[in-house]
Nanobody
């Protein structure tokens, strides 16, 4: 079974940077997409970024676009999310999810939202405070 693990969360000062890591196991297929999501207390789960294993294409939410970078290491089945210029509103539990057997446009997955994710990893807490 496919399993995901998110790590790299912690305490970050406003304006600082953080790198989140999502490691996957049990992947027996070439084409998939992994996305990062975040959920603040009392709020719904929001999409942050997506990356495709097929062509390396990426998508970013407007709230993080320009200060975030998502990348994939296919050989390690690992996805990274670098966020710079952290803001208090970035504080949340960050989780990664995977869409399996997929090689299509990321915009389709964005349209589906969290409900379209096949497997989820446990979240990692990100706190932004001085």
């Amino acid at each position: 079974e496919v399993q995901l693990q998110a790590s790299g969360g912690g305490l970050v000062e406003p304006g600082g940077s953080l790198r989140l890591v999502c490691t996957a196991s049990g992947i027996t297929f070439d084409d998939y997409a992994i996305g990062w999501f975040r959920q603040a207390p009392g709020k719904g789960r929001d999409q942050v970024a997506w990356v495709s294993s097929t062509d390396g294409s990426t998508w970013y939410a407007e709230s993080v676009e320009g200060r975030s970078a998502i990348s994939i290491d296919r050989r390690k089945y690992t996805v990274y999310l670098q966020i710079s210029s952290m803001k208090p509103e970035d504080a949340a539990v960050y989780s990664c999810g995977i869409e399996t057997f997929y090689n299509g446009p990321l915009q389709v997955l964005v349209s589906l939202g969290p409900e379209g994710v096949d497997y989820w990893g446990e979240g990692t807490q990100v706190t932004v405070s001085s």
